[in-house]
Nanobody, 126 residues
Framework: QVQLVESGGGLVQAGGSLRLSCTAS????????MAWYRQVPGEERELVAS??????????NYADSVKGRFSISRDIPKKMVYLQMDSLKPEDTAVYYC?????????????????WGPGTQVRVSS
């Protein structure tokens, strides 16, 4: 079983920065992907940034709206993922969720398991 815990959210003025952290406790194989999503009440959850092949070469991708401002990074032995958010805008205000996918094997017969953190609030004032 795996549990994800986020930290680092808060209130910041426009143009400011925040750094979100997520730690995965426990394990059910190997981390394949860790990512950050965000959600505004009443709207769908959307991908902000992700790092695939987490314990291998690591492939990052970003939503167009945050590209150039946000940076995702990892700490493999600590099973952590970070989201450095710079030049924050009011439209970045949302609850940010950590996501992780574990795989029991890299073989085709391996099983995948998805986990979500409880979320952390980010508010950006204009």
């Amino acid at each position: 079983q795996v549990q994800l815990v986020e930290s680092g959210g808060g209130l910041v003025q426009a143009g400011g920065s925040l750094r979100l952290s997520c730690t995965a406790s426990g394990s059910i194989g190997t981390i394949a992907t860790m990512a950050w999503y965000r959600q505004v009440p009443g709207e769908e959850r959307e991908l902000v940034a992700s790092i695939d092949r987490f314990t291998r070469d690591g492939i990052t991708n970003y939503a167009d709206s945050v590209k150039g401002r946000f940076s995702i990074s990892r700490d493999i032995p600590k099973k952590m993922v970070y989201l450095q958010m710079d030049s924050l805008k009011p439209e970045d205000t949302a609850v940010y969720y950590c996501y992780a996918q574990f795989r029991t094997s890299w073989a085709v017969e391996g099983r995948a398991y998805d986990y979500w953190g409880p979320g952390t609030q980010v508010r950006v004032s204009s």
